[in-house]
């Protein structure tokens, strides 16, 4: 069943965040359809703010990261390095005149560890609230 | 190296706004070692660039590309096979780089899109200092390899003031004190009777005044 969602999402994953693997990754593709784009990455740290804004630009209403649980990085500290370049990030489009909730980031909890399913569905709810790119809205 | 930050993204949009086919040529040199021209920062703001453009409903065509050294006119040849595409070039590299390339193509505007700031080193991950003013007469053997008039707030050639606290500048706190980073150096190689000679004021017709300066090297020559 896919959930029609009024924007699109580009989803940065850290491979390592709890229940994020292949197949959660394919459930989620099928109950979001062409609201989502995944995109698993081996560390959140590997994300530069160029994917961010590429994503913006070309295809998606928001794009998000979601990171390992805080203290929980196999390379230490990824999930640190992923929260300055989206905050980096955010700048950038605020210069631009959009706005700075289009880019976000969803780093767990190592008590309380939530699935990547979970945390996909927690950033449509923060999203909901947008309006369609005005980028995208031109191409339309 | 010399470090630069970029533009506020207003005023470059400003700057390139008459133009309709932009390349954004980003510098894979010193800029890029300090995160402000280099490949991904030159994307990223091409990239908000064409954002910027589409969300204003503006006609623009954003390219981009880096090459090596822009301050190197063997680098800067490259664009030969591309100049003809674009109205303008935004460049981010740095004064001299920017200068480099609009003497190599004089018929096409070239536009910077950094701010050059000053000599320096990568002190650590996001952090770069001024250590050199390029004054034309290195003294920094004397000052055991600390140069006060990059790093002492006062410039002082014949220091320290006294003012220092705790081993940080009275000026400003978060500045270590260069004059005692000197003393700290000579005291550890046995050398503080360089501190015994009066350097008298810094001759700076070495470094301006006279035009621009330039290094002629037969050798290296043709």
Same mark, same amino acid.
């Given at each position: 069943?896919?959930?029609?969602?009024?924007n699109?999402?580009?989803?940065?994953?850290?491979?390592n965040a709890?229940?994020?693997?292949?197949?959660?990754?394919q459930?989620?593709?099928?109950?979001?359809?062409?609201?989502?784009?995944?995109?698993?990455?081996?560390?959140?740290?590997?994300?530069?703010?160029?994917?961010?804004?590429? #994503?913006? *630009?070309? +295809?998606? @209403?928001?794009a998000?990261?979601?990171?390992? !649980?805080?203290?929980a =990085?196999?390379?230490?500290?990824?999930?640190?390095?992923?929260?300055?370049?989206?905050?980096?990030?955010?700048?950038?489009?605020?210069?631009?005149?959009?706005?700075?909730?289009?880019?976000?980031?969803?780093?767990?909890?190592?008590?309380?560890?939530?699935?990547?399913?979970?945390? #996909?569905? *927690?950033? +449509?709810? @923060?999203?909901?609230?947008?309006?369609?790119? !005005?980028?995208?809205? =031109?191409?339309? | 190296?010399?470090?630069?930050?970029?533009?506020?993204?207003?005023?470059?949009?400003?700057?390139?706004?008459?133009?309709?086919?932009?390349l954004?040529?980003?510098?894979?040199?010193?800029?890029?070692?300090?995160?402000?021209?280099?490949?991904?920062?030159?994307?990223?703001?091409?990239?908000?660039?064409r954002?910027?453009?589409?969300?204003d409903?503006?006609?623009?065509?954003?390219?981009?590309?880096?090459?090596?050294?822009?301050?190197?006119?063997?680098?800067?040849?490259?664009?030969?096979?591309?100049?003809?595409?674009?109205?303008?070039?935004?460049?981010?590299?740095?004064?001299?780089?920017?200068?480099?390339?609009?003497?190599?193509?004089?018929?096409?505007p070239?536009?910077?899109?950094?701010?050059?700031?000053?000599?320096g080193?990568?002190?650590?991950?996001?952090?770069?200092?001024?250590?050199?003013?390029?004054?034309?007469?290195?003294?920094?053997y004397?000052?055991?390899?600390?140069?006060?008039?990059?790093?002492?707030?006062?410039?002082?050639?014949?220091?320290?003031?006294?003012?220092?606290?705790?081993?940080?500048c009275?000026?400003?706190?978060e500045?270590p004190?260069?004059?005692?980073?000197?003393?700290?150096?000579?005291?550890?190689?046995?050398?503080?009777?360089?501190?015994e000679?009066?350097y008298?004021?810094?001759?700076?017709?070495?470094?301006?005044?006279?035009?621009?300066?330039?290094?002629?090297?037969e050798?290296?020559?043709?």
């Amino acid at each position: 069943m896919v959930e029609k969602q009024k924007n699109t999402l580009a989803l940065f994953y850290c491979q390592n965040a709890p229940e994020s693997g292949e197949i959660e990754r394919q459930a989620l593709e099928k109950e979001y359809g062409r609201s989502i784009r995944l995109f698993p990455i081996p560390c959140s740290g590997r994300l530069e703010p160029v994917h961010l804004l590429k #994503a913006l *630009e070309e +295809f998606a @209403d928001a794009a998000y990261v979601i990171t390992c !649980p805080e203290g929980a =990085c196999r390379y230490f500290e990824g999930n640190q390095r992923a929260k300055k370049r989206v905050q980096m990030t955010r700048s950038i489009i605020s210069e631009i005149g959009l706005e700075p909730e289009r880019i976000g980031i969803k780093v767990g909890l190592k008590e309380a560890p939530k699935s990547l399913k979970e945390l #996909a569905g *927690e950033i +449509f709810e @923060d999203i909901s609230g947008l309006r369609p790119s !005005p980028v995208r809205g =031109c191409d339309q | 190296m010399i470090t630069a930050e970029r533009k506020p993204i207003d005023e470059i949009r400003e700057m390139i706004a008459p133009f309709k086919k932009v390349l954004a040529l980003g510098c894979g040199s010193c800029v890029a070692e300090c995160a402000s021209g280099g490949e991904k920062e030159t994307a990223m703001l091409a990239s908000a660039l064409r954002m910027a453009a589409k969300m204003d409903r503006e006609d623009v065509q954003i390219s981009e590309m880096t090459i090596d050294r822009q301050c190197v006119n063997e680098f800067v040849i490259q664009l030969d096979d591309v100049i003809d595409k674009y109205d303008a070039i935004l460049s981010l590299g740095c004064g001299a780089g920017v200068q480099a390339v609009a003497d190599m193509f004089p018929e096409v505007p070239v536009i910077p899109a950094l701010n050059t700031e000053f000599m320096g080193e990568t002190k650590g991950q996001g952090l770069w200092v001024e250590s050199c003013l390029g004054c034309g007469d290195c003294m920094l053997y004397y000052f055991a390899g600390v140069c006060p008039l990059a790093r002492c707030s006062k410039q002082l050639l014949n220091g320290p003031c006294g003012g220092s606290m705790n081993g940080k500048c009275e000026v400003n706190p978060e500045v270590p004190c260069a004059w005692q980073l000197i003393i700290d150096r000579l005291s550890g190689f046995g050398a503080l009777d360089r501190l015994e000679m009066i350097y008298p004021p810094k001759d700076w017709s070495k470094k301006q005044g006279t035009g621009p300066r330039k290094i002629v090297r037969e050798d290296q020559q043709r």
